[in-house]
């Protein structure tokens, strides 16, 4: 694709570069149509026209764009600028990566998910959690800690198929609590983990208690059994200048403990957590 450096102008496409950015050809006539509306997103544009600009050149590099018609593809792009026609212009080399990036993300969403619950593991958990954690400004986020109550005595008296499905169950009910942007994860057997962007310990606390109380309300129903569960939560809040987890879990292990020392089926706050 040969456009112009000033304002964007496709000049040219070649045959290729026209099958894959508007099969449909909805710009018959290259002109109608500007670089700009081909990138998905604007720092990645906006990165490029940077790197043209100090060094005149860039990539490859991989890069989302939008089709004519709005379908998503992934390429990998490299770029230069030239003169064409006495103007500056920048001429793009595009080669389509869209199977290869799908494998990738499919890759890396087994790597991150609980095959049981379908849930963040204990890696996906920290890889999206931490990452939110270091960019949030103003209201600090909240963590809960969650262990389900005696859970070894169902695996102990039912066998360990009912206890996957106690998981999986509690897992459904949990989430139901949440909120979009929440991030909740199985971290470890029977124990979950709830990262909650910009929550005040109040709010976490509120949240906490009417996850307890979904699960407490009513027995699970499992392969015609009725199993009877609850949950032990410890909340806290994350403090100025936490930039990973680590501190946040050991108080709301803490605080989940007290939960379970103080008769079960609790929400416990870290003495810790601001107001």
Do not use: C, W
């Amino acid at each position: 694709m040969l456009s112009d450096r000033v304002d964007g102008k496709v000049l040219r496409f070649n045959r290729s570069a026209q099958a894959l950015l508007d099969p449909q050809r909805l710009y018959p006539d290259p002109g109608s149509a500007h670089a700009s509306r081909f990138y998905a997103e604007t720092q990645s544009r906006q990165a490029i026209r940077d790197a043209l600009d100090a060094r005149g050149e860039v990539g490859p590099v991989d890069v989302r764009m939008l089709t004519a018609h709005g379908a998503n593809i992934h390429v990998m792009l490299a770029a230069r600028s030239l003169r064409y026609d006495g103007k500056q212009a920048v001429l793009t080399s595009l080669v389509e990566i869209t199977e290869r990036k799908q494998r990738e993300l499919a890759l890396a969403r087994q790597t991150q998910t609980d095959m049981l619950t379908g849930l963040y593991n204990r890696r996906g958990f920290f890889e999206r959690a931490e990452p939110t954690l270091r960019e949030a400004r103003g209201d600090l986020p909240s963590l809960l800690l969650i262990d389900a109550d005696h859970f070894k005595r169902v695996n102990d008296t039912h066998g360990h198929a009912v206890g996957d499905a106690v998981l999986l169950q509690l897992a459904s009910r949990m989430s139901a609590a949440l909120r979009e942007g929440d991030v909740i994860g199985r971290i470890g057997g029977e124990e979950f983990a709830v990262f909650l962007p910009a929550t005040h310990t109040r709010a976490a606390t509120a949240l906490a208690e009417r996850m307890r109380e979904l699960v407490a309300r009513h027995a699970l129903r499992i392969h015609g059994l009725r199993v009877p569960m609850t949950l032990s939560i410890g909340v806290t809040r994350l403090q100025p200048g936490e930039n990973t987890l680590d501190a946040a879990l050991r108080r709301a292990d803490a605080a989940m403990y007290q939960a379970k020392q103080r008769g079960r089926n609790r929400v416990e706050v870290a003495a810790v957590s601001a107001p």
